[in-house]
């Protein structure tokens, strides 16, 4: 007989394929415990944390390979404190080293000289002398002569004006240098500065009585028509004596870089 034809105990049915899962769990209920409104609500607040979570990690991987923009330092840039270079390839708006209050300026090449015709022997760059030569025109068109005393000067030359005459007269470097510049220290190595005198008044000639004359008069107001300008006016930031003499040609990008670059601090 088989076991199935056994009279007495009931036989159990047959087990289904979800019998594994408890009764009370796989059996539905027609109350869903979760509305669809509050399930959809859920659903987005998590799609939006895990967006802002997301957001957040590819901000802080961005930030932290940004390039640092901070400024770099004089000695990072160029690793020395030498002298200031014009902005056509070298470091600009930075502050050359002085000496005993002059700022160092490199000497201008031959070939970039022009003789002045009123007197030949003295030469500048070519702008600045025929801006020179325009000036100097008007000045004797107002009846006043301008006297061209100095332009270029060689570091040779520089050399016997500072050294020389400091041993000749016994004086300190820096009781000198309040009248001369060092040799590569001079306005005048750049071709750009010249001093003027008074044709009427010779004595006043290198002296703070040049203020007097009727050529420096002229020289205030028209001056910088020509774009000249007064290079060590009183109580100028470099504690250069008072030269009433001393001019200076600012007209073009080079002498102007020339210049006030070398002013710009480091």
Not at 32 to 38: E, G, S, T
Not at 108 to 124: F, G, M, S
Not at 136 to 152: H, K, M
Not at 190 to 196: K, N, R, V, W
């Amino acid at each position: 007989m088989n076991n199935a034809d056994r009279p007495g105990k009931p036989q159990p049915a047959p087990v289904p394929f979800l019998d594994d899962i408890p009764e009370a769990v796989r059996e539905t209920s027609d109350v869903d415990p979760q509305p669809p409104i509050q399930r959809v609500v859920l659903l987005w607040g998590s799609a939006g944390l895990g967006a802002i979570a997301f957001a957040t990690m590819l901000w802080l991987g961005f930030r932290a390979f940004q390039p640092s923009t901070a400024i770099p330092s004089a000695s990072s840039t160029n690793g020395t404190s030498g002298e200031s270079k014009n902005l056509t390839g070298s470091p600009a708006s930075q502050s050359a080293s002085s000496l005993l209050g002059h700022l160092p300026y490199k000497e201008v090449p031959e070939q970039e000289l022009q003789a002045l015709t009123a007197d030949p022997a003295i030469r500048l760059r070519k702008p600045a002398a025929q801006a020179f030569e325009n000036m100097i025109a008007a000045a004797a068109a107002d009846g006043v002569r301008l006297v061209p005393i100095s332009g270029f000067r060689s570091l040779a030359d520089q050399q016997q004006l500072f050294f020389d005459v400091k041993a000749e007269r016994g004086q300190a470097a820096t009781k000198r240098a309040e009248v001369s510049a060092p040799p590569g220290y001079s306005e005048h190595h750049t071709g750009y500065a010249i001093d003027l005198g008074d044709w009427n008044a010779p004595a006043a000639d290198l002296s703070p009585n040049f203020e007097k004359t009727a050529a420096f008069q002229w020289l205030q107001t028209h001056a910088v028509r020509f774009n000249f300008e007064l290079s060590f006016p009183k109580g100028n930031p470099q504690g250069i004596s008072y030269e009433p003499w001393h001019w200076r040609f600012v007209g073009d990008r080079d002498s102007l870089e020339t210049f006030y670059q070398a002013r710009s601090p480091k």
